[in-house]
């Protein structure tokens, strides 16, 4: 945009009376002086960038500071042992920016008067006072089954477990597993070896998974019952006996329709409840500062 051009659209804004001046200068001849035609130019830059990008005032912004995006990317790393993807940050940053819209709508409404707790119990305040609004009308049939079924694993009964197991660890631990093994095989394994042994006794299949790893408790599963044998996890070396196995079941809806109608509304409540306070975000910017 040339100067002619920047001077004609700032002439339609709040800058007219500026441009006014510049003439008046321009007449007097006092814009042959640099330093004054350099000012004037910048006030005139400065004027039209104020008229093009309003400036937000700072109860409406909101920016993910540095040290959030640091700090949320190490806890993370911390807990699953790496970098987060750009979508796993982006959510983690989305909870982050719908925990502060909650808290400014509370301080908007004045829920922190006389109140000297701290931040998160303020936005417990409005969250309480969010959540405790939403209405959650009873679930059509349709509605209940295809939730059930997609979360039916935490209903269906599980196989159940029981064995004896003795962690063998170091990098001599299969040589040491097979010694004692040998020893338990024998009969004369000693006492600080019996003291070693853990006891699982009724254990869901999913609880051992998340502890051992699946392939372990595949490998236990397919063992004799009643006899020791060496098995391998990612934590080392386990000299085990599987003693039982209950298997499980697909329940059906009807035999657990009071508890899923009721955890039903309980994440719809909570979905009705995360949409409200997004909708109240509609009012902000929101600037993420992404790098």
């Known amino acids: 945009m040339s100067l002619g051009e920047m001077i004609s659209f700032a002439e339609g804004g709040r800058t007219a009376s500026m441009l006014a001046g510049a003439r008046g200068l321009l007449r007097a001849g006092l814009l042959k002086e640099p330093l004054l035609h350099f000012l004037l130019l910048g006030s005139l830059i400065f004027a039209i960038h104020a008229a093009v990008s309003p400036s937000v005032s700072k109860d409406k912004l909101i920016e993910v500071p540095p040290e959030v995006r640091q700090s949320t990317i190490e806890l993370f790393e911390s807990t699953n042992q790496r970098k987060p993807t750009s979508e796993e940050l982006a959510r983690l940053l989305d909870v982050w920016i719908l ?29 309480l006072l969010v959540f405790g609004n939403v209405t959650v009308n009873e679930p059509t049939e349709a509605e209940l089954r295809q939730w059930f079924e997609a979360r ?28 004692i093994l040998r020893q338990i095989e024998a009969g004369d394994e000693p006492e600080e070896v019996r003291l ?15 502890a051992f790893g699946k392939p372990f408790v595949e490998q236990l599963t397919a063992l004799p019952i009643g006899r020791w044998h060496m098995l391998q996890s990612p934590a080392g070396w386990h000299i085990v006996r599987f003693d039982s196995i209950v298997p499980g079941r697909a329940v059906p809806l009807h035999e657990v329709e009071t508890q899923v109608i009721s955890d039903w509304k309980d994440d719809r409540g909570r979905a009705l409840g995360t949409a409200i306070i997004r909708d109240m975000g509609k009012s902000y910017v929101i600037r993420r500062n992404e790098s």
Do not use: C, V
């Open 196 to 210: 070693r042994a853990h006891i699982f006794a009724n254990r869901p299949r999913k609880s051992l998974e998340a």
């Open 152 to 179: 039916r694993e935490g209903y269906d009964i599980p196989d159940i477990l029981s064995f004896f197991e003795l962690p063998i660890g170091g990098p001599e631990g299969e040589a040491e597993a097979k010694s």
């Open 99 to 127: 925990n502060e819209i909650t808290y400014r709508e509370a301080l908007a409404q004045g829920l922190d008067k006389g109140d000297e707790m701290i931040r998160e119990r303020i936005m417990q305040k409005m969250r």
